[in-house]
């Protein structure tokens, strides 16, 4: 949804309408590290969780789909048992520390749990990070209808593009992703 909405930093939504138009293969993921151990550090993130919550959490059983547009879904990492919350667990580098300070949380986050909210119809979601191996925070995040709608229509519109296989609009950072969707052309 961050792509879909331009807020991403590690995705456009002229990359992700290629992607999923299959104008342009989807990025082979499997063999990148950082991946790879998010995956593995996510029990252990869901586990601090509930150490320093006391919120007992389990996998979440399925994938969520939109009441009204089953296109829409939510693979969501953890349920908050007893409750109507949900986790979302993240692992990121040292580097990126100060991207966690106080009160922050990347926009992209905010808006996959935003996301995940709207889609499962709770009120409450968390965040947990790891950061850097040694430092771990959590955060809440509050459901905001209004921002949840704002949601819909662009991925109701994103995905009439997608139907229509009529691209979206290119933004600045597009330039490596059109060189590759149009790699042989005339002068």
């Known amino acids: 949804i961050g792509s879909i909405m331009n807020l991403s930093r590690w995705k456009t ?3 992700l309408w290629c992607e999923k138009t299959q104008k342009l293969p989807a990025p082979d993921l499997s063999n990148v590290e950082a991946v790879e151990m998010g995956t593995e550090l996510e029990q252990f993130v869901a586990d601090m ?9 389990r996998r979440s059983p399925k994938v ?29 580098s040292i580097f990126k520390k100060e991207e966690w300070e106080n009160e922050e949380i ?15 119809g709770r009120k ?7 950061i850097g191996g040694q430092c771990f925070k959590y955060k809440q995040i509050e459901f905001d209808q209004e921002l949840f709608d704002q949601m819909v229509e662009c991925a109701k519109e994103f995905w009439q593009h ?13 330039d490596e992703t059109l060189k590759e969707l149009y790699s042989s052309h005339s002068e």
Do not use: N, S
């Open 49 to 57: 969780f509930t150490k320093r919550t006391g919120k007992a959490v």
């Open 124 to 130: 409450i979601g968390h965040i947990a990070v790891l």
């Open 64 to 92: 969520y789909q939109h009441k009204d547009y089953p296109y829409m879904v939510a693979h969501v990492d953890r349920l908050v048992t007893g409750k109507e919350e949900l986790l979302e667990c993240k692992t990121c």
């Open 106 to 120: 990347p926009q992209e986050y905010i808006l996959q749990v935003m996301w995940y909210l709207g889609i499962t």
């Open 162 to 174: 997608v139907q229509d296989e009529t691209p979206v609009p290119v933004v600045a950072e597009d």
């Open 13 to 15: 939504p002229l990359k």
